[in-house]
C-alpha cells in the first residue's frame, strides 16, 4: 500500500484569542439558561 502521509510533522501555531472573544463567551455563558422539562431542553438568553 502506498504511503499516505509524509514523514514531516506539521508545526502548530498557538492560537491566542484576543480578549475581547473571551469577554464575549464568558458574558454569554452567564446569560444561558438551560431549563429541562422532561426529555427536552429549553435554552433561553437572557439578554
Known amino acids: 500500500m ?5 514523514d514531516r ?3 502548530t501555531k ?4 484576543k480578549k475581547e472573544t473571551i469577554q464575549f463567551i464568558l ?3 452567564k ?4 431549563v429541562k422539562v422532561g426529555n ?3 435554552e433561553t438568553i437572557a439578554n
Open 2 to 6: 502506498a504511503k499516505l502521509y509524509s
Open 9 to 11: 510533522k506539521l508545526a
Open 14 to 17: 498557538k492560537l491566542l484569542p
Open 27 to 29: 458574558q454569554y455563558s
Open 31 to 34: 446569560a444561558l439558561r438551560v
Open 40 to 42: 427536552l431542553n429549553f
